[in-house]
């Protein structure tokens, strides 16, 4: 059984910086694509940073040069730095797993989802 758990998101000022974990089980850790998306109140889930087997990246522009996706083979835990955080970086952010080794942006091509962290950031 799939499992990604979500840890590390709290609220922070704005400038601040945060670590966000995800630690997987029930599955081989680095035999899919895993990503980040997050989720602002009233607005569509959004896929933020993909990361796949060959630790080729991808970010969304809007967190390009601020957000850093890695993954710990050993620890098959996923994480995501966040430096230079903006208020609008503030929503619920998820950890997810796509069914095989491809990356996509759209929430509806994972298939497996954490709970999510809270990431709040004040002006």
């Known amino acids: 059984q799939v499992k990604l758990v979500e840890s590390g998101g709290e609220s922070v000022q704005a400038g601040g910086s945060l670590r966000l974990s995800c630690a997987a089980s029930?599955?081989?850790?680095?035999?899919?694509?895993m990503a980040w998306f997050r989720q602002a109140p009233g607005k569509e889930r959004e896929g933020i940073a993909t990361?796949?087997?060959?630790?080729?990246?991808f970010y969304r522009y809007t967190v390009k040069g601020r957000f850093t996706i890695s993954a710990d083979n050993a620890k098959s835990t996923l994480y995501l730095q966040m430096n230079n955080l903006k208020p609008e970086d503030t929503a619920m952010y998820y950890c997810a797993a796509f069914p095989n080794d491809n990356c996509f942006m759209m929430a509806r091509t994972v298939s497996d989802w954490g709970q999510g962290t809270q990431v709040s950031v004040s002006s």
């Open positions: 029930g599955f081989t850790f680095r035999d899919r694509c």
């Open positions: 990361i796949d087997s060959r630790d080729t990246t």
